[in-house]
């Protein structure tokens, strides 16, 4: 059980700090991937995102998309996860990149990650409620409207994460585990029964095809005649980054976990190399199962781009396996929304318990004194998700085109930014402040993040150039034109904020992103740290 009160210290103050912690020892490495993985939603990920780079994107080369994104993140999580030896804290990014790239930069990038964490549960809210919605209408005779179904799950996970994260854990552990059963028993049954109907598209899997336009003839799948259909790379390679959003939270789960030094780079690995490889095997037999020139004109339009993944399914398996995936969109869409509302209120924790405003320490910096959760950050997130819903509830937008896009674009360009900021911190960390030379290695701490930091830069680029499609009719919603107002609005929030505390209050400017851990605190003897300031 966790206690109020317990030390810790602020990496470059001389006094300790006298904080809430949250509850330590409560998961292993199973469970910091169940809440990791979540956040990736595997089954939305496939379901939602591959039709689309398949029928606008990079065509056949789809899987290609993902095996390149796998490679980039996979450069960008070795120097993350080195960091997470070192430094461990719940706001991951805040922190790492504070002692990286100085508290200026740091502040900005934890006003970033918040806005994105806190409107990524609000996204998840509106594609669940649209996904239960249907299912009960189509499956269940019940026309219920979307709204109470968001009610249902704001509750459910405001009440779920009020207590120990184990429980959090378990339940994210039965959805994550029943989705990635169904997702690769409909690959292996492709496999067992001999590919497809147009053999086995192995140049699918060539990483050169992720960077070619669709460009195609294709037979319409009505029957009338064929269709002529084109598409962008960029576009496909775009939405393979998207499917991996949320596995950085590993590292907020550091002060939670067993042995954090060891699980959380562990975690890291594992979550990235491992949600890659399951992407591009997925993706790829589910293009070999429905045949590749088939799968471009399925995904070309919204009502037949699911028989990308539900035919194979269907032919393989029967229609009840059809009816299960659609739950499971549904349920994997929840446990999504739940792990971000972890995310969310671990970070505001993170930034409240250094009562960087006075009070916050005793408020949005406090645990709850039996299950060890940070229960009052937790509820100050459902209500700020409620607030988003509602307002779109009732200036009738849809959840799915308005609610779910616009939030999710809006998280994503913030997080992006974050990534390749904490790519760059890593570098910085321990080439240019020379932190800890018994890690520091060329490859690891340099050359990797610094590739998986300029591979971030580009997907940002991506994300310019091709928002408009991403949101698709909602591109004219005034939402999706003050999305990068907003966002920054936000990190440029932050960035002012630590500059007046830096002039103005310099006692709190040094506590910026330097509370962590006792046991797996920075121990440099008074070197200066990113600011210039000693670290002791």
């Not at 009160?5 to 006298?18: I, K, L, M, N, Y």
């Not at 690995?269 to 591009?280: N, Q, W």
Request: aromatic share 12%; glycine share 12%; charged share 10%.
């Amino acid at each position: 059980m966790s206690t109020a009160g317990s030390p810790r210290r602020s990496e470059g103050t001389d006094a300790p700090q006298q904080v809430q912690r949250l509850k330590p020892n409560a998961v292993g490495i199973v469970g910091v991937l169940f809440m990791a993985v979540a956040t990736a939603a595997p089954i939305t990920a496939m379901v939602g995102n591959v039709p689309i780079a398949i029928g606008f994107g990079n065509g056949a080369g789809a899987p290609a998309g993902y095996l390149v994104a796998t490679i980039v993140l996979g450069l960008f999580a070795l120097g993350y996860s080195a960091m997470a030896r070192h430094i461990t804290a719940t706001g991951a990014f805040y922190g790492y990149i504070s002692h990286g790239l100085g508290r200026v930069v740091g502040m900005g990038a934890g006003a970033l990650t918040t806005l994105a964490y806190v409107v990524f549960e609000a996204s998840l809210v509106g594609i669940f409620s649209f996904f239960a919605s249907s299912f009960a209408s189509n499956h269940l005779g019940l026309d219920v409207s979307w709204i109470f179904f968001a009610i249902l799950m704001l509750a459910a996970n405001a009440a779920l994460t009020y207590f120990d994260v184990n429980l959090t854990a378990k339940v994210l552990g039965v959805f994550l585990i029943t989705e990635i059963f169904m997702l690769a028993l409909m690959a292996v049954t492709v496999l067992v029964t001999g590919g497809g109907p147009e053999g086995w598209s192995l140049g699918s899997l060539n990483p050169l095809n992720a960077f070619r336009n669709l460009d195609a003839t294709v037979a319409d799948p009505s029957g009338a005649g064929t269709l002529a259909v084109a598409g962008s790379a960029g576009i496909g390679l775009f939405f393979a980054f998207w499917s991996w959003v949320g596995f950085e939270s590993t590292a907020m789960y550091g002060e939670e976990s067993r042995n954090p030094k060891r699980i959380i780079p562990r975690a890291t690995m594992i979550a990235v190399l491992g949600i890659g490889a399951f992407y591009v095997f997925v993706s790829w037999t589910a293009i070999v199962g429905t045949g590749p020139q088939r799968s471009i004109a399925l995904a070309q339009s919204g009502d037949t781009a699911g028989q990308v993944f539900f035919g194979p399914v269907e032919q393989h398996l029967g229609s009840w396996a059809v009816v299960l995936f659609e739950f499971l969109l549904m349920t994997g869409s929840y446990a999504c929304g739940m792990a971000f509302h972890n995310c969310a209120s671990r970070y505001m924790y993170a930034i409240g318990r250094e009562d960087l405003i006075p009070g916050l320490g005793r408020t949005l910096g406090a645990t709850h004194e039996k299950h060890g959760s940070p229960y009052i950050a937790g509820f100050v997130q459902t209500a700020i998700a409620t607030l988003i819903v509602f307002w779109f509830f009732f200036t009738d937008r849809d959840p799915y085109a308005q609610l779910y896009a616009l939030m999710a674009i809006m998280g994503t360009t913030a997080i992006l930014i974050v990534q390749a900021l904490a790519a760059f911190a890593s570098v910085s960390y321990f080439h240019v402040h020379k932190k800890h030379p018994e890690t520091a290695n060329w490859f690891r701490t340099f050359l990797a993040p610094l590739a998986g930091g300029i591979g971030m830069l580009y997907v940002i680029w991506l994300l310019v150039e091709n928002a408009s499609f991403a949101a698709g009719a909602a591109a004219t919603d005034i939402v999706f034109k003050l999305s990068p107002w907003i966002v920054g609005l936000a990190g440029l929030g932050g960035v002012a904020f630590a500059l007046y505390a830096k002039y103005f209050s310099p006692e709190r400017y040094q506590v910026i992103g330097r509370v962590v851990l006792e046991d797996t605190q920075e121990r440099e003897a008074a070197e200066p740290d990113a600011d210039g300031l000693p670290s002791r």
